[in-house]
């Protein structure tokens, strides 16, 4: 990756390590910190799984344990991103957001902007949400998070971002813009195929 000064936490869904992903961490040129953190039982013979809410929160506590300062942002393994993307975050001083490509059946999730600010989201799936945004949409400033102890992600399908949003207590009004205004992608979602969001009982 040509930026500077970035430290990729890899926090695996295993119940070891997998040895391919310690090798390729090995051998890469990145700075890279491995975690586990299994998915709890009981969300394990559930129909829809809230996967990844483990790993995330395995890795905001390795944050909150060893970081002071920068800028985290979760990068899925089925997204493309253009590098710009991570420059530009480094800036974000709160929550920053941004445009995410073909996701749900709109194929886009982004919030929409106005004279500069944050005034709504457009999104294939609002639901009830406060902030329909997809994981891959937003940054946020670690002392931002330092900050705001309790801040967490929730175990429940379709509302993992909203809820965190939320427990950090950021307003859209506070939210940061990036991708010029929000016009313009830096971020992709691989899977997409017009696909029809998680319907939650």
């Known amino acids: 990756m040509n930026v500077a000064n970035v430290v990729w936490i890899v926090s695996e869904d295993a119940a070891a390590p997998t040895p391919q992903v310690l090798q390729y961490l090995n051998e890469s040129s990145l700075q890279s910190v491995y975690l586990k953190a299994r998915m709890p039982e009981k969300y394990q013979s559930v129909k829809n799984k809230p996967r990844g809410v483990a790993n995330r929160l395995a890795g905001l506590q390795w944050i909150r ?8 942002y979760f990068a899925d393994d089925d997204n ?9 975050m480094r800036w974000t001083k709160g929550v920053s957001m941004f445009p995410v490509g073909l996701v749900t059946k709109l194929a886009v ?20 949400r406060k902030f329909p945004i997809d994981m891959a949409g937003f940054a946020v400033n ?14 429940k399908v379709g509302y993992e971002e909203d809820g965190f949003m939320i427990s950090l207590g950021i307003k859209p009004k506070d939210i940061e813009p990036l991708a010029l205004n929000c016009t313009k992608f830096d971020v992709y979602s691989k899977n997409w195929v017009n696909e029809k969001p998680t319907l939650v009982t």
């Open 65 to 72: 344990d060893n970081a002071k300062d920068g800028v985290f």
């Open 80 to 88: 493309t991103y253009d590098v710009r993307l991570f420059e530009e």
């Open 109 to 128: 999730s982004t919030p929409i902007v106005k004279n500069g600010g944050v005034v709504g989201f457009y999104d294939g799936w609002i639901a009830k």
């Open 142 to 155: 670690v002392q931002y998070l330092l900050e705001r102890p309790k801040a967490t992600m929730p175990y």
